[in-house]
């Protein structure tokens, strides 16, 4: 089968090297990918909801398959987009419609689900301009620490923790009256601080049934010790030792299930990836969040460690055969360590040449995050550069790979964290 798979990021350069190696794959196409993605298929320079050129795209190319690997494209409606033309309804997207996108581009409309279907999650209230005032009065009474979320989308940077009632405030009024994050803040949801360890857990499902994926953790803060600011993420590993069997059955039975039937009962057509932002609180799990998509950078430990045919998964969740597969992961740990430009994530610069990247191997692969090609130099296009991703027998081996690989690869500024997965090392 042909395909398009939208996106440049890591994540892009994960799935496209997974769904180059089924046999199933004819032509892989990327839109606009990076310089890693070029090497499992054809980059197209074309963004990802340009619907249009997209459309035209799909056409001429006799395209089977549209992956959407970020957001972006899914809470724009580009499953709806496809299914309302009559050109291109026989060409599935694997990811929700718009409405089901919701879940990740909307927290208010993701909080009230949860609430429909008793779903464990943080107490919360939202507020606007219109009740603006009634909201300062709401975080001066507060219990510390606050967590404050712009409603929409914020590029993975639209959540503040605050420690004290003034700064609650000042960030309230800085993300609703001065616009803080654009439109993604017009809208603020307050939210109960929950005390815990997090991880994330990937589910692919037909909006009927699902299939539960290799869980991950991923680091979001930019330094050792989770300290310094929030970043898109610095590396990742899979699986989580927390994970076990008992808590997994708990997320099954109290998160996942009531999700997927939630979607089923209001009629929201759901095909794709669901990604559960978890919190283990005391041994019950409570949802952070949802994302419309997969991780990242948990998909560069994720896929790794997934057995199956991705295109074998992805054509179940089409012909509505995907309660008949059985998902099967290595049993190895996986590490990913993130290497970054210097800066990130604030003001960083671009096109320096990146020298040392190994070749792929079966214990190890270097994603390609934020790169171009420059004649015959790859060079970084982005904050999050490369994600180091190595498999071993235990999680310190796979750290301490991915990091000797890390200081080998060479480029202006580089910078990375050593201490991915401490909490289990």
Same mark, same amino acid.
Do not use: W
């Given at each position: 089968?042909?395909?398009?798979?939208?996106?440049?990021?890591?994540?892009?350069?994960?799935?496209?090297?997974?769904?180059?190696?089924?046999?199933?794959?004819?032509?892989?196409?990327?839109?606009?990918?990076?310089?890693?993605?070029?090497?499992?298929?054809?980059?197209?320079?074309?963004?990802?909801?340009?619907?249009?050129?997209?459309?035209?795209?799909?056409?001429?190319?006799?395209?089977?398959?549209?992956?959407?690997?970020?957001?972006?494209?899914?809470?724009?409606?580009?499953?709806?987009?496809?299914?309302?033309?009559?050109?291109?309804?026989?060409?599935?997207?694997?990811?929700?419609?718009?409405?089901?996108?919701?879940?990740?581009?909307?927290? =208010? &409309?993701? %909080?009230?689900?949860?609430?429909?279907?008793?779903? !464990? /999650?943080? $107490?919360?209230?939202?507020?606007?301009?219109?009740?603006?005032?009634?909201?300062?009065?709401?975080?001066?009474?507060?219990?510390?620490?606050?967590?404050?979320?712009?409603?929409?989308?914020?590029?993975?940077?639209?959540?503040?923790?605050?420690?004290?009632?003034?700064?609650?405030?000042?960030?309230?009024?800085?993300?609703?009256?001065?616009?803080?994050?654009?439109?993604?803040?017009?809208?603020?949801?307050?939210?109960?601080?929950?005390?815990?360890?997090?991880?994330?857990?990937?589910?692919?499902?037909?909006?009927?049934?699902?299939?539960?994926?290799?869980?991950?953790?991923?680091?979001?803060?930019?330094?050792?010790?989770?300290?310094?600011?929030?970043?898109?993420?610095?590396?990742?590993?899979?699986?989580?030792?927390?994970?076990?069997? =008992? &808590?997994? %059955?708990?997320?099954?039975?109290?998160?996942?299930? !009531? /999700?997927? $039937?939630?979607?089923?009962?209001?009629?929201?057509?759901?095909?794709?990836?669901?990604?559960?932002?978890?919190?283990?609180?005391?041994?019950?799990?409570?949802?952070?969040?949802?994302?419309?998509?997969?991780?990242?950078?948990?998909?560069?430990?994720?896929?790794?460690?997934?057995?199956?045919?991705?295109?074998?998964?992805?054509?179940?969740?089409?012909?509505?055969?995907?309660?008949?597969?059985?998902?099967?992961?290595?049993?190895?740990?996986?590490?990913?360590?993130?290497?970054?430009?210097?800066?990130?994530?604030?003001?960083?610069?671009?096109?320096?040449?990146?020298?040392?990247?190994?070749?792929?191997?079966?214990?190890?692969?270097?994603?390609?995050?934020?790169?171009?090609?420059?004649?015959?130099?790859?060079?970084?296009?982005?904050?999050?550069?490369?994600?180091?991703?190595?498999?071993?027998?235990?999680? !310190?081996?796979?750290?301490?790979?991915?990091?000797?690989?890390?200081?080998?690869?060479?480029?202006?500024?580089?910078?990375?964290?050593?201490?991915?997965?401490?909490?289990?090392?």
């Amino acid at each position: 089968m042909n395909i398009l798979l939208l996106g440049s990021g890591g994540r892009e350069h994960a799935l496209a090297r997974k769904m180059s190696q089924s046999p199933q794959c004819g032509q892989l196409f990327i839109a606009p990918g990076n310089a890693g993605t070029s090497q499992c298929g054809t980059n197209v320079d074309m963004g990802v909801s340009e619907f249009e050129k997209i459309r035209a795209f799909c056409l001429e190319n006799a395209i089977d398959l549209v992956v959407p690997g970020s957001e972006e494209a899914l809470v724009n409606g580009i499953y709806d987009f496809f299914a309302a033309d009559a050109a291109l309804q026989h060409i599935p997207v694997m990811g929700p419609s718009q409405e089901g996108a919701r879940l990740e581009g909307s927290k =208010a &409309f993701a %909080k009230l689900f949860m609430q429909r279907h008793q779903i !464990p /999650t943080a $107490a919360y209230r939202e507020f606007n301009a219109g009740n603006f005032e009634e909201g300062v009065a709401y975080l001066q009474q507060h219990s510390l620490p606050i967590v404050l979320k712009a409603d929409g989308l914020a590029a993975g940077k639209g959540v503040v923790i605050t420690s004290s009632h003034d700064e609650a405030v000042a960030e309230f009024e800085q993300m609703i009256r001065a616009a803080k994050f654009g439109d993604a803040s017009k809208t603020v949801v307050i939210e109960q601080f929950l005390t815990g360890i997090e991880l994330s857990v990937f589910v692919l499902t037909d909006g009927h049934t699902y299939k539960i994926l290799p869980e991950a953790k991923d680091y979001k803060r930019i330094g050792e010790g989770d300290k310094g600011l929030n970043t898109g993420g610095m590396g990742a590993v899979s699986p989580v030792p927390f994970a076990d069997a =008992a &808590f997994m %059955k708990k997320v099954e039975d109290q998160v996942i299930r !009531p /999700t997927v $039937a939630g979607l089923s009962t209001e009629g929201i057509k759901y095909n794709g990836f669901i990604f559960f932002g978890l919190i283990n609180v005391e041994g019950e799990p409570f949802v952070i969040e949802y994302n419309c998509r997969m991780g990242d950078p948990e998909t560069e430990v994720v896929m790794p460690r997934l057995q199956n045919d991705l295109l074998d998964l992805f054509t179940a969740v089409t012909t509505g055969k995907l309660s008949e597969q059985t998902i099967y992961a290595d049993p190895r740990a996986a590490a990913t360590v993130m290497l970054v430009s210097a800066g990130y994530p604030e003001a960083y610069e671009k096109n320096k040449a990146i020298s040392g990247i190994p070749a792929p191997t079966n214990d190890q692969v270097v994603f390609h995050a934020g790169t171009k090609q420059s004649g015959a130099t790859i060079v970084s296009n982005g904050g999050r550069v490369l994600a180091i991703t190595s498999l071993a027998a235990s999680l !310190p081996l796979a750290l301490a790979h991915s990091v000797q690989t890390a200081e080998q690869i060479s480029f202006e500024g580089k910078t990375y964290r050593r201490d991915i997965g401490y909490e289990f090392i």
